[in-house]
């Protein structure tokens, strides 16, 4: 069965730092590019960073660009999101996301699996 489990959410002021945490189980996590999305009330959900299969390069939102740092430990089948210097628009639920493409000749599959999310609220 797979699973996707965040945790490390929380109430933290801002300029304050979390570290998100997202362990993966049911498939072989080293073999899948690695996400974090966000969603705010009122807005469209939102890819804060991925980073694919280890050895890749990153990607960020321009909004958490040298704040917010992914990281993956694949003998953990864990993916980190440090996030510093917290401002009150990173409030949202924050979801990992597991995605794999395979592709045989003319034929493709696609693997992709979310976690639940955890709340991060930026507030004074």
């Known amino acids: 069965q797979v699973q996707l489990v965040e945790s490390g959410g929380g109430l933290v002021q801002p300029g304050g730092s979390l570290r998100l945490s997202c362990v993966a189980s049911?498939?072989?996590?080293?073999?899948?590019?690695m996400s974090w999305y966000r969603k705010a009330p009122g807005k469209e959900r939102e890819l804060v960073a991925a980073?694919?299969?280890?050895?890749?390069?990153?990607n960020y939102a321009d909004s958490v660009k040298g704040r917010f740092t992914i990281s993956r430990d694949d003998a953990k089948n864990t993916v980190y999101l440090q996030m510093n210097s917290l401002k009150p628009e990173d409030t949202a639920v924050y979801s990992c996301?597991?995605?794999?493409?395979?592709?045989?000749?003319?034929?493709?599959?696609?693997?992709?699996?979310w976690g639940q999310g955890t709340q991060v609220t930026v507030s004074s």
């Open positions: 980073m694919p299969t280890a050895g890749g390069s990153t």
């Open positions: 049911g498939f072989t996590f080293s073999n899948y590019a």
């Open positions: 996301n597991a995605l794999s493409i395979v592709i045989e000749g003319t034929s493709h599959w696609k693997y992709d699996y």
